[in-house]
């Protein structure tokens, strides 16, 4: 079972990448799914939460407020370090056990795990690849307020708050140059796919 960490900042385009593979039959697993999923009311992770920053990151009906969370550490590293430190475990664990899970149910299936963090969080892991869907700022600009109705600063500061792209190029297997027409960048990831089949 090849185990495939799939990465790129903000607007990159790989949601993209993530469902044609999808498409191919591969087995994608969402980090921020699972983020989600642990954060619920009633958990560990949701009460470690509130133990660290307190009952305001509570929206009325218990769940979390994750505008208050994000407000509380963004730009604060050493708050966002104690928030990873609760939330990065329990993620880890989480698609550790999706990932055993696709392999017992096929022993074949190429399992794509779809990771923003990954230079942050899961870079040492044991990937068989490393795949980056990669697009130079401007444009990754450009589709977050023309596509996502964002106001151009916000958008500069949430790229800047993610790890560089050489960084993320740097630890690259493959890169899937998402720049340009949706038919090249899906071309790009209908050739990675074909090359995926020796593995599986």
């Known amino acids: 079972m090849p185990l495939i960490a799939l990465t790129g900042g903000i607007a990159s385009g790989k949601s993209t990448v993530a469902a044609r593979l999808a498409e191919h039959g591969a087995t994608v697993i969402d980090a921020d799914t699972i983020v989600r999923e642990v954060q619920q009311p009633g958990g560990a992770v949701l009460d470690a939460i509130v133990a660290e920053f307190g009952r305001e990151m509570l929206a009325a009906d218990g769940a979390l407020d994750r505008a208050a969370l994000g407000a509380r550490v963004f730009g604060d590293d050493e708050a966002l370090q104690r928030l990873n430190a609760i939330?990065?475990?329990?993620?880890?664990?989480?698609?550790?056990?999706?990932?055993?899970?696709?392999?017992?149910?096929?022993?074949?299936?190429?399992?794509?795990?779809?990771?923003?963090?990954?230079?942050?969080?899961?870079?040492?892991?044991?990937?068989?690849?490393?795949?980056?869907?990669?697009?130079?700022?401007?444009?990754?600009?450009?589709?977050?307020?023309?596509?996502?109705?964002?106001?151009?600063?916000?958008?500069?500061?949430?790229?800047?708050?993610?790890?560089?792209?050489?960084?993320?190029?740097?630890?690259?297997?493959?890169?899937?140059?998402?720049?340009?027409?949706?038919?090249?960048?899906?071309?790009?990831?209908?050739?990675?796919?074909?090359?995926?089949?020796?593995?599986?």
């Open 87 to 200: 939330v990065h475990p329990a993620v880890r664990a989480e698609s550790h056990r999706r990932f055993a899970e696709a392999l017992s149910a096929d022993p074949a299936s190429v399992v794509v795990y779809d990771v923003p963090l990954l230079v942050e969080a899961r870079v040492d892991d044991p990937w068989d690849l490393i795949v980056v869907a990669d697009a130079p700022a401007e444009e990754r600009v450009r589709r977050m307020v023309q596509l996502r109705g964002m106001n151009e600063e916000d958008a500069r500061r949430r790229i800047g708050a993610q790890v560089s792209d050489e960084e993320r190029r740097a630890i690259a297997d493959v890169v899937i140059d998402t720049s340009g027409s949706m038919d090249r960048t899906l071309a790009q990831v209908d050739a990675l796919w074909t090359s995926l089949a020796p593995r599986a």
